[in-house]
């Protein structure tokens, strides 16, 4: 291990502690991060700068303990806290893929998915279809079938999702478990367009539908509501808007006993946010398990109703710090008296949350872990958009061409909302464990590109 001078603001600081209680979304970096003796950034044992010389970059390195960390934290804490029964659900738009989807399943938890292709992806990483449930605001015929077919849980959205779920079930001759979703009317302070819990939502039925939800569904033979879901939002650091929720559901759940309804489950999703930057201090997993179960426990003692089985949906907070993205450092450009830009190989098509949520990263230089960061400049991307700025004002160490910049905490709605833009090739992740990388995503390449493209044969011409 290098000795790094206390003197100077260092990459080190983002270092986790090596505690076995750490939890993963309080740290920028993902829990096995350290500093080799060549000065150089490590993570599940691998030197950062060793993986770019042999997968390429951009690339994405996953910590598989930071991941199973997590899965474990969530799913003991539940244990622990809660005195029904319980299930951990990965809400996988964060990042699906076959190995993720794999990691969270032989943890034992279950996969939320939101279209045809992310649940394919969980039943081919082999998740049991009684743990997979599907979301959506507008699921579509076949992919309600898809779902039906293969015994998958589904989340109700609306009227119309109710009718189709019918009319599908009665066809296949089958009975379908269904949970309503409801939006709570809950505010909670995060990025407006991460906030759903708030009654002018996309998502889920009016509360003041209930009635009318639950008194048809107690006619349907063909349906069967097995409970009542709701989600507030996403990179949420405040204990109140849960607790809030817990009383709401409750009240919604008894509702429903009252309708006849076998139901016996609440979804209280997700939402606790990650640390992206020193400003931020969300609370631990362990400690926002504690502050839900307490609160639904409560609930359900004032209203006199045995505990359900309570499911939850974490995303973010169990795949964002998990990850770092790793870049080649390119040219530079000082305007005198405003700023330096320093270019990277990568940026809106790999990590499109700056551009769109305006979402604040750190970075440091993998290669120079002990060096002063003494140097403030924005951080380009290389697409042709003014905009395509990963981190203004960063402070890194002084950086040159070929050095390795690093950004972590990318594993959540990084991959999963890359793009080609300007046709540029997505990158690969790997999966780093014990001092060994496997790839779990291939990079693309120029032929991927170019696979779903026709060419009419007049223009051929």
């Given at each position: 291990?290098?000795?790094?001078s206390a ?5 080190r600081?983002?270092l986790?502690?090596?505690t076995?209680?750490a939890?993963?979304?309080?740290h920028?970096?993902p829990?096995?991060a350290t500093v080799n003796?060549?000065?150089?950034l ?6 950062v700068t060793?993986l ?6 951009p690339?994405?390195?996953?910590d598989e303990?930071s991941?199973?960390t997590?899965c474990?934290q969530?799913r ?9 029964e319980s299930?951990?659900?990965y809400a996988?738009k964060a990042?699906?893929c076959?190995?993720i989807?794999a ?12 279209s ?5 992806t ?12 599907f979301?959506g605001?507008?699921k ?5 079938e898809l ?5 998958c849980r589904?989340?109700a959205?609306?009227?119309?999702e109710?009718e189709n ?5 009665s ?6 478990p269904?949970m309503?979703?409801?939006t709570?009317?809950i505010e ?8 759903t ?11 003041n539908?209930?009635d009318?939800?639950?008194?048809w569904?107690s006619?349907?033979?063909d ?9 507030i939002?996403s990179q ?7 607790q809030?929720l ?6 919604w759940?008894?509702?429903a006993?009252?309708?006849?309804l076998?139901?016996?489950e609440?979804n209280v999703g997700?939402g606790?946010?990650?640390?992206y930057?020193e400003a931020?201090?969300p609370?631990?997993?362990d400690?926002?398990?504690k502050n839900?179960?307490?609160?639904l426990k409560?609930?359900?003692d004032?209203h ?7 499911l939850?949906e974490?995303?973010r907070s169990?795949i964002g710090?998990?990850?770092v ?8 450009k000082t ?5 330096t ?9 790999d990590?499109?949350r ?5 979402s ?8 120079k872990?002990?060096a002063?960061?003494t140097?403030t400049v924005t951080i ?5 958009e003014s905009g395509?700025i990963l981190?203004?004002?960063a ?5 040159v061409?070929?050095d390795?910049?690093?950004v ?5 709605y ?5 793009s080609?833009?300007?046709?540029i090739t997505?990158p690969?992740a790997?999966?780093v464990?014990?001092?060994?990388a496997n ?7 120029y032929?991927?590109?170019l696979?779903?493209?026709?060419l009419?044969?007049?223009?051929a011409?």
């Amino acid at each position: 291990m290098v000795s790094i001078s206390a003197t100077h603001p260092t990459s080190r600081q983002y270092l986790p502690p090596a505690t076995p209680d750490a939890s993963p979304n309080q740290h920028i970096l993902p829990l096995t991060a350290t500093v080799n003796d060549r000065d150089c950034l490590e993570v599940g044992g691998c030197d950062v700068t060793e993986l770019v010389q042999q997968f390429g970059s951009p690339l994405y390195i996953l910590d598989e303990q930071s991941v199973r960390t997590a899965c474990r934290q969530y799913r003991d804490g539940w244990q622990k806290y809660y005195p029904g029964e319980s299930l951990v659900i990965y809400a996988s738009k964060a990042w699906s893929c076959l190995a993720i989807c794999a990691i969270a399943g032989s943890e034992d938890l279950g996969i939320d998915v939101v279209s045809g292709g992310e649940i394919l992806t969980a039943i081919k990483a082999g998740v049991s279809a009684e743990k997979i449930y599907f979301h959506g605001n507008n699921k579509s015929v076949a992919e309600l079938e898809l779902a039906i077919a293969n015994n998958c849980r589904i989340i109700a959205d609306n009227w119309l999702e109710l009718e189709n779920i019918a009319n599908i079930a009665s066809a296949a001759g089958k009975n379908v478990p269904v949970m309503i979703r409801l939006t709570p009317g809950i505010e909670c302070h995060t990025h407006e367009y991460i906030r759903t819990g708030h009654l002018d939502s996309k998502f889920g039925f009016d509360p003041n539908q209930l009635d009318e939800v639950f008194t048809w569904l107690s006619k349907q033979t063909d349906i069967t509501c097995i409970g009542v879901h709701a989600h507030i939002g996403s990179q949420i650091f405040e204990q109140q808007p849960h607790q809030d929720l817990a009383g709401v559901m409750v009240e919604w759940y008894k509702l429903a006993l009252s309708h006849g309804l076998p139901i016996s489950e609440i979804n209280v999703g997700g939402g606790l946010g990650i640390k992206y930057t020193e400003a931020d201090d969300p609370q631990s997993i362990d400690a926002w398990i504690k502050n839900v179960a307490t609160a639904l426990k409560i609930a359900c003692d004032e209203h006199g109703v045995a505990y359900p089985r309570v499911l939850s949906e974490p995303g973010r907070s169990l795949i964002g710090s998990s990850c770092v993205t790793a870049y080649t450092v390119g040219g530079n450009k000082t305007v005198p008296g405003i700023r330096t830009y320093i270019s990277i190989d990568g940026g809106m098509s790999d990590n499109p949350r700056p551009i769109t949520y305006q979402s604040q990263y750190r970075a440091m230089i993998a290669n120079k872990m002990s060096a002063p960061m003494t140097e403030t400049v924005t951080i380009a991307g290389k697409h042709c958009e003014s905009g395509d700025i990963l981190i203004k004002d960063a402070q890194i160490a002084v950086a040159v061409p070929g050095d390795i910049l690093v950004v972590p905490a990318t594993g959540a709605y990084n991959y999963s909302m890359s793009s080609n833009y300007n046709r540029i090739t997505r990158p690969a992740a790997v999966l780093v464990n014990y001092g060994e990388a496997n790839i779990i995503i291939q990079r693309e390449n120029y032929d991927d590109l170019l696979r779903f493209d026709r060419l009419p044969e007049r223009l051929a011409k």
